[in-house]
């Protein structure tokens, strides 16, 4: 689904895509992955690579969402799920805008799940985010 939005500018990867069942809303879930998807490809710049991964880690499922964009500064990594929060420096504002809510946004809804949501992001390397939820059958 979010193929279109990469085509011509960015490689958009799939990897480690296990078959895990996890309990939870459909819809909310996939506004989580189309958000962390979408910033990822908003932000990598021509040429670059996203790559979204799902497996079992420790029991759990753990999706990935990696970049190959500018990264996040650091001491911007610990307000980048606050409401209305907007790293400026190194994540030019696109022209379709955003109010800084996405992320969260997504974080709530993970959280809705007993779930984690992460970010580990070096400038000029790239940025991951890690969303990890508990298993249907645990």
Do not use: C, W
Request: hydrophobic share 35%; no cysteine.
């Amino acid at each position: 689904q979010m193929h279109p939005l990469a085509e011509g500018k960015v490689t958009l990867r799939l990897t480690e895509i296990d078959q895990l069942t996890v309990l939870g809303d459909q819809d909310r879930l996939k506004q989580v992955l189309v958000n962390l998807v979408g910033n990822a490809l908003k932000y990598t710049p021509t040429g670059g690579t996203v790559t979204v991964a799902l497996k079992e880690e420790n029991g759990q499922a753990q999706i990935t969402i990696s970049d190959t964009g500018p990264g996040v500064p650091a001491e911007d990594l610990p307000h980048i799920f606050e409401r209305f929060y907007r790293s400026e420096k190194s994540r030019t504002r696109s022209k379709d805008g955003g109010f800084g809510l996405g992320l969260s946004i997504a974080r709530f809804l993970v959280r809705a799940h007993n779930g984690t949501i992460t970010v580990a992001s070096e400038e000029g390397v790239g940025t991951t985010f890690t969303v990890t939820l508990p298993l249907a059958n645990n």
